[in-house]
């Protein structure tokens, strides 16, 4: 929908001018809500659920959910910090003495 384009558009610049780099945008689909929510004199009972994957500083958290929370195309926002995966480095494959198993058996 060009409703729902506009916001996302509306939401994407204004993380990247806050300094936010946005990795990926996911569709989640339209969905019933868990619980009818009631914002800006509106009552809902369906949503479009989005996700976006965004690095950034955590100072622009508060000053982006004050600014979604003003636009009046969404209705919950929420920040989920995810924790960065720390990868191990492989060591190898350690190499058997067969010499020594053999031995150890006798």
């Given amino acids: ?19 936010a780099v946005v990795r990926n945008l996911e ?6 809500l868990p619980y009818k929510i009631s914002k800006h004199k509106e009552r809902h009972r369906k949503g479009g659920y989005f996700l976006i ?8 958290v508060s000053t982006m ?7 009046i195309d969404v209705i919950r ?3 989920i910090k995810h ?3 720390k990868t191990e480095e492989c060591s190898g494959i350690i190499p058997v003495n067969f010499e020594d198993k053999l031995s150890a058996k006798k």
Avoid at 53 to 60: G, Q, T
Avoid at 65 to 71: I, P, Q, S
């Fill in 83 to 85: 924790p960065v995966s």
């Fill in 1 to 19: 929908k060009p409703e729902t384009a506009a916001v996302l558009k509306r939401t994407v610049e204004a993380l990247m001018e806050r300094g």
């Fill in 53 to 60: 994957d965004l690095e950034a500083p955590p100072s622009i």
């Fill in 65 to 71: 959910m004050d600014h979604l929370g003003r636009d």
């Fill in 77 to 79: 926002r929420a920040f």
């Fill in 27 to 32: 569709n989640l689909g339209e969905r019933t």
